[in-house]
């Protein structure tokens, strides 16, 4: 497939141990290479399982139309600038309504050391600061209190419970939504 190597402009974003920065088309072996993960697919609402490097490839070539649109921010979380672990995104965006979903996930191997609210403090002060949204909210499947971990830890606040909102692999998940308004950061 004919992408462009520079797919779309987004702000860089620094943290203690991160750079978020855009995906850029050689990225795709490295997302499929952490993505291809049941463990990450089962607690992700959209994200196929197997996930080949092609399948990376056709997700960044839709990048640049979400960009332009307005409607997506989304970063690819690397160590410092050198490898990739992971994804973050303020999906959804919603300028009538000023606020977007944030969601994530990084390869198996770096969970546990703080990543994911190292990097979604970031986007979510990205979101209420320069995007200045009223609002950024987040779902995660009841079956995965981890990532409500991370919600809590950056200061969202538990909403309540959508109960069989997304149907995953055939069965209908319960998902739990944290939000952050302007004026909690
Ligand atoms: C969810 C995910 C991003 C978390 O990443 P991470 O970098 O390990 O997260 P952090 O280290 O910042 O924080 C994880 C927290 O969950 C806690 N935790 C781990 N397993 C847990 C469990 N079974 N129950 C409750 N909390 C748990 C950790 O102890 C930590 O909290 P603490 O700092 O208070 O000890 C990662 O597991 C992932 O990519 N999962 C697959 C995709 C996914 O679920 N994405 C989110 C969809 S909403």
Redesign the pocket.
Do not use: C, M
């Given at each position: 497939m004919e992408i462009p190597s520079i797919l779309y402009t987004l702000s860089t974003l620094e943290t203690t141990r991160l750079t978020l920065r855009a995906f850029d088309t050689a990225d795709a072996s490295a997302i499929s290479a952490l993505a291809n993960?049941r463990?990450?697919?089962?607690?992700?609402?959209t994200?196929p399982h197997p996930y080949l490097p092609e399948m990376a490839m056709e997700w960044l070539a839709t990048l640049p139309d979400l960009h332009s649109g307005k409607t997506h921010r989304i970063w690819a979380i690397t160590l410092k600038g050198t490898q990739l672990i992971?994804a973050i995104g303020l999906h959804d965006v919603s300028h009538e309504h000023s606020n977007a979903e944030?969601?994530?996930?990084?390869?198996?191997e770096?969970?546990?050391?703080?990543?994911?609210?190292?990097?979604?403090r970031a986007v979510v002060e990205y979101g209420l600061g320069e995007m200045s949204l009223e609002r950024v909210y987040?779902?995660?499947?009841a079956r995965?209190?981890?990532?409500?971990?991370?919600?809590?830890?950056i200061g969202m606040q538990h909403e309540g419970v959508l109960r069989r909102h997304f149907c995953k692999w055939g069965e209908f998940q319960d998902c739990v939504i944290y939000g952050i308004v302007q004026g909690e950061l």
């Open positions: 993960d463990d990450i697919a089962q607690n992700l609402a994200l992971g944030l969601g994530y996930w990084l390869g198996k770096y969970w546990g050391k703080g990543f994911a609210t190292e990097a979604a987040a779902k995660h499947f995965n209190p981890q990532s409500g971990r991370v919600l809590a830890k």
